[in-house]
């Protein structure tokens, strides 16, 4: 994840993910301890989520039941790694970053390719997921979209207003 440009967000979910991963007695955070990480207030992603009319409340639990799904260990590393799906995570994400112009995987760009079947989840555990990468794409291809997505929940140094 090092060669990815990540927005302070990001920084920060990335460490509440190793925490959640840590507490779940995992060997390493996995794509659902990076989503419930998003939901925390520090990173910001509910107040988008709430925008488009999403219940948090359920999308926390549905991460969290995830959570629970993935291999305990007995002996915790000091440092977690993230697992193949958490590559997948923001190499998917890295594709939507360039799709969408901006310089920075943010939380949206992540939930993107989360909400993308067989990325992060199967298409049958998606299926209960309330948040398809479709609508994602739609709010920014708006005409207002870019705005009304990264208000309140990602900082503008995830958005390229000016051509690069």
């Not at 990480?37 to 948090?56: N, P, Y």
């Not at 920014?140 to 958005?159: C, H, L, M, R």
Request: aromatic share 10%.
């Amino acid at each position: 994840m090092s060669s990815f440009n990540l927005n302070e967000s990001m920084k920060t979910a990335i460490e509440i993910s190793r925490s959640l991963a840590k507490e779940y007695q995992n060997d390493y955070f996995y794509p659902a301890h990076l989503l419930r990480a998003m939901l925390h207030k520090d990173v910001g992603l509910s107040a988008f989520l709430e925008s488009l009319g999403k219940d948090t409340g359920y999308i926390l639990e549905w991460s969290e039941i995830r959570m629970d799904e993935n291999p305990k260990t007995g002996k915790i590393k000091d440092t977690l790694g993230g697992d193949q799906g958490i590559k997948n995570v923001f190499e998917e994400a890295d594709n939507v970053r360039l799709k969408l112009g901006l310089d920075y995987i943010t939380p949206i760009t992540i939930l993107a390719a989360i909400a993308k079947p067989g990325i992060a989840f199967t298409a049958d555990q998606l299926k209960t997921f309330p948040v398809k990468e479709k609508e994602i794409f739609e709010i920014y291809f708006k005409e207002d979209g870019i705005q009304k997505a990264v208000s309140g929940s990602v900082p503008n140094e995830g958005v390229s207003n000016t051509p690069s």
